[in-house]
């Protein structure tokens, strides 16, 4: 089973500000077979990118995902209000668990 | 308008069964492979199983194996979990999750949830 871990837990920053989130496989991801999720209170996950680096429809272009192997980066480039969530890691790339990491908390500063 | 819609939570005393239901709509149901994913209270997200669109290929997560029976009715654009010897740790928001058609790349669609809870 292939474990996913993010950093940081809590990560307070600014409308504005860049957002750099991590999300650290215990071993090699196949395919980049990876996507990010971003979460409200009370309300269903949202897909945010998918394949490490290709963005859902419909998700604006400040969402960027990166990486490949054991280490993806989501990033956000300018904070707006609205993108103050938890954001999740999955990978899907070998055979199921399709295991999730254990959430970022982006808040506001 | 793609969407899922979950039904059949609820409570249920440890060692009892439920079945969840996920409708689904505005979408070629028959195409695309399927997932339950929990949340229990506070807590992040639980991948719990998963069904190929022509119900080929299932998979379960360890901590549901055996008591989980995931299925699904093509002609009738419906998913289910049957939920068999629930413990309190079962207790969360399941939802159903649209996956890929040809191949995994995300969960792009999910319903909206229904809460299960498990208690004496």
């Known amino acids: 089973e292939i474990v996913l871990t993010q950093s940081p837990a809590t990560l307070s920053l600014s409308p504005g500000e860049r957002a750099t989130l991590s999300c650290g496989a215990s071993?090699?991801?196949?395919?980049?077979?990876l996507a990010w999720y971003q979460q409200k209170p009370g309300l269903a996950p949202r897909l945010l990118i998918y394949?490490?680096?290709s963005r859902a429809t419909g998700i604006p272009d400040r969402f960027s995902g990166s990486g490949s192997g054991t280490d993806f980066t989501l990033t956000i480039s300018r904070l707006e209000p609205e993108d103050f969530a938890v954001y999740y890691c999955?990978?899907?790339?070998?055979?199921?668990?399709?295991?999730f990491g254990q959430g970022t908390k982006l808040e506001i500063k | 308008e793609v969407q899922l819609v979950e039904s059949g939570g609820g409570l249920v005393k440890p060692g009892g069964s439920l079945r969840l239901s996920c409708a689904a709509s505005?979408?070629?149901?028959?195409?695309?492979?399927m997932n339950w994913v929990r949340q229990a209270p506070g807590k992040g997200l639980e991948w719990v199983s998963s069904?190929?669109?022509?119900?080929?290929?299932?998979y379960y997560a360890d901590s549901v194996k055996g008591r989980f029976t995931i299925s699904r009715d093509n002609a009738k654009n419906s998913l289910y979990l049957q939920m068999n010897s629930l413990r309190a740790e079962d207790t969360a928001v399941y939802y159903c999750?649209?996956?890929?058609?040809?191949?995994?790349?995300?969960?792009?669609?999910w319903g909206q949830g229904t809460t299960v809870t498990v208690s004496s």
């Open positions: 999750a649209r996956d890929g058609a040809l191949r995994p790349y995300g969960m792009d669609v």
């Open positions: 505005g979408f070629t149901f028959s195409s695309y492979s």
């Open positions: 069904i190929s669109s022509s119900s080929s290929y299932i």
């Open positions: 071993q090699s991801v196949s395919s980049s077979y």
């Open positions: 394949d490490a680096s």
């Open positions: 999955q990978q899907y790339g070998s055979s199921p668990p399709y295991t």
